[in-house]
């Protein structure tokens, strides 16, 4: 994954085609990032920063990444408000690069029913790292705090489960 997003859209071309190349010498798929998708702190509303179907089809012309994560009204962290995302970009976008793997950043706190209109229209990967990441977190606290045992072995397994109880419970479209 390398991350362009704030520099020009041409320094991000030029990024992520530096990576790609180290990447190929792997065999390493690589996903790049297009658009504004905002991290904790920046501002959430950027309409106009969107990623454009046609500057995703330039940028994987011209960078050859495998997997595109598109900014369409999504957040990294959790959400204040729920977010409107853009339905119709994602299927502009899907139209211009239908070879591409388009993903989504930013999904957790996305309902299910969003997601899977999501899926339906083209993203085929769907991050939700925060959700999993607080879970995690949470559950080890509680494990912690009833314990003096700092074993990782022993106090990881419980906060492990619940991330793997919940994260099938979404995999689950149904």
Do not use: C, W
């Not at 853009?86 to 793997?101: C, G, H, L, Q, S």
């Not at 106090?155 to 689950?172: E, H, Y």
């Amino acid at each position: 994954m390398i991350d362009g997003s704030e520099l020009s859209f041409n320094k991000n071309i030029e990024l992520t085609n530096q990576v790609v190349k180290l990447a190929e010498s792997y065999d390493v798929p690589v996903e790049a990032e297009l658009g504004y998708i905002a991290k904790l702190g920046q501002e959430h509303d950027a309409k106009d920063k969107y990623t454009k179907a046609e500057e995703a089809e330039l940028f994987v012309k011209n960078t050859k990444v495998d997997a595109l994560a598109i900014a369409i009204g999504t957040a990294h962290g959790f959400y204040k408000e729920t977010p409107k995302l853009d339905f119709d970009r994602i299927a502009e976008i899907r139209k211009m690069i239908p070879n591409t793997v388009l993903v989504l950043h930013g999904s957790t706190g996305i309902n299910h029913s969003e997601l899977k209109k999501a899926i339906s229209l083209g993203i085929n990967k769907i991050n939700v790292a925060t959700e999993f990441k607080n879970l995690f977190i949470k559950s080890l606290k509680e494990t912690l705090n009833s314990t003096n045992n700092i074993d990782l072995r022993q106090t990881f397994p419980k906060a492990i489960d619940d991330v793997l109880r919940i994260s099938k419970k979404k995999i689950r479209i149904d």
